[in-house]
C-alpha cells in the first residue's frame, strides 16, 4: 500500500505539474524550448508512477482477491483504461505538434498554431485531471 501511494504522489504531482510548466512557462519561442526540455524530465516521473500505481493496484488485488468484487476497485480500474488512449497517445501526439512547431520556429513570439494545440492539450489535460481526481476518491473513501 505505501508504494502504490507514493505512486500516486509521484505520478500524479508530476502529472499536474507539467502542464503548469507548459503554461506559464511558454511565453516565447525560447521559453516554450525551455519548458519541454523541463516537461521531458518530469515525464519520467509521471511514467514511472503511473505504471508502479498500475502494478502496485493488481498486485494488491492478486494478495486480496476480495478487490475484485468491490466497485470502487473496478471502478477505478475501468477510469484508468479509458483515460490511457488521451494520456498515452492523443495528448503526446498534440504536444509532439508543438514541439515540432517551436523547434522549427525561430525565436520570438509563439505561433497561432502553437496556441491552438496548447488551447487542445489543456483540455485533453482537464479531462485526465477530472479523472485523476476521481480515481483518488475512489480509493480513498471507497464508497461502493
Known sequence: MLIHV???V????????????????AKSVTNAKVCFEINQK??????VGS?????????MAIVNPALWSQGWFIGSLVIYVLIQPIVAGILPKTIEKQVDIVMKSS???LSP?????DKKAAKLNGIAHVAAVVLIVLMSTKPF
Open 6 to 8: 507514493i505512486a500516486a
Open 10 to 25: 509521484v505520478g500524479l504531482g508530476a502529472s499536474f505539474g507539467m502542464p503548469v510548466v507548459a503554461k506559464f512557462g
Open 42 to 47: 518530469i515525464e519520467v516521473f509521471a511514467k
Open 51 to 59: 505504471l508502479t500505481l498500475l502494478a502496485s493496484g493488481i498486485l
Open 107 to 109: 525565436d520570438g513570439e
Open 113 to 117: 498554431e502553437y496556441h491552438q494545440l
